[in-house]
């Protein structure tokens, strides 16, 4: 290669849990540079989602992490165009690409769900992730499907 691979950037641990995995998942959310808010939504959310499941004797925080881990996916399909043909050809996800997909599929999801405010409709999502329900789950899921369906071209794959 000519050109250096660049830096990964060190991303600075959230002030209130002091957890990376937070900051990034605020830094995902933020549109416009808007951190603070940003911020404040996912800590409101947070707040919700540890009224809303008072009898689960999880933090707000693990619940989250939780969620986040059952929308990861571990496969996706790539589409490679081989002779004249496009085939999806499934691929095993880096670990930082997973915990990225997951992120966005999460908020992607939870901007689409209807309710009040964006701290309600990212409560909601994470609380149906962690029931195994809701968008970002069933957008795992059928990551998966694809990839299962198209497992006869993982030779393809280079």
């Known amino acids: 290669m000519r050109k250096a691979k660049p830096k990964k950037r060190v991303i600075l641990p959230d002030p209130v849990y002091g957890d990376q995995k937070v900051s990034k ?6 549109l416009d ?8 939504i996912f800590y409101h959310a947070l707040e919700l989602v540890g009224q809303k499941m008072k009898d689960n004797e999880q933090a707000p925080l693990e619940i989250w992490k939780t ?48 309710g009040k405010t964006m701290a309600d409709k990212l409560a909601n999502e994470i609380m149906d992730a962690y029931n195994e329900q809701g968008g970002a789950y069933k957008r795992k899921e059928d990551m ?12 393809f794959r280079f």
Not at 144 to 150: C, D, F, L, P, V
């Open 33 to 40: 540079g808007n951190k603070s808010i940003a911020s404040s």
């Open 144 to 155: 998966h499907r694809m990839a299962e369906a198209n497992r006869a071209f993982a030779h």
């Open 25 to 30: 998942f605020v830094n995902h959310q933020m």
């Open 67 to 114: 969620a986040l881990d059952k929308v990861t996916p571990q496969v996706e399909v790539k589409s490679r165009r081989i002779g004249g043909a496009t085939f999806q050809v499934p691929t095993e996800l880096r670990p930082e690409r997973k915990e990225s997909v997951s992120m966005k599929n999460l908020i992607n999801y939870a901007r689409k769900r209807g």
